[in-house]
């Protein structure tokens, strides 16, 4: 009986392939045509449509390029994140030096001014040194 359950599916289209399975591993979704009086640990045979197999991997492939775009777009998405981040951060250190520089300057006037205070002061003691002192 086996042998013309297979012999049926063999002749029922060109586009099917006969496939061998045990019963207990049949997914519930895949068609199979099971005789009653087949114990469940006997081969069953399945039909399987070539056009559907393709059809998953187109299905699967379609799928993984999908992932992998939206992979790349994601990629692009940080590295321009990180690129602002960067040209952000060398504007701030560029503002930055350039305080520095100002605040240099400033603190070097500060220091010239000090040392002209310290001259003045000392030429107004000893001026008032000498006015008391006379």
């Known amino acids: ?3 013309q359950t297979a012999a049926n599916f063999a ?3 060109t586009t ?3 496939a061998t399975a045990t019963l207990h591993t049949v997914p519930s979704t895949i068609p ?3 005789p009653a009086t087949i114990p469940a640990s006997i081969p069953v045979p399945i039909l399987v449509s070539t056009s559907t197999s393709t059809n998953v991997h187109m299905d699967t492939h379609s799928l993984r390029e999908e992932r992998n775009r939206k ?3 994601a990629v692009a998405k940080s590295r321009a994140k990180q690129k602002a981040l960067a040209r952000s951060l060398e504007e701030k250190l560029g503002k930055r030096e350039i305080e ?3 605040l240099r300057g400033t603190l070097a006037g500060l220091k010239r001014e000090a040392e002209e205070l310290k001259e003045l002061l000392c030429l107004s003691t000893m001026l008032c040194i000498f006015e008391h002192g006379l």
Do not use: Q
């Open 1 to 3: 009986m086996l042998n």
């Open 11 to 13: 002749s029922f289209t």
């Open 16 to 18: 099917t392939i006969v």
């Open 32 to 34: 199979a045509i099971i």
């Open 71 to 73: 992979n790349r777009a």
């Open 100 to 102: 520095n520089e100002e």
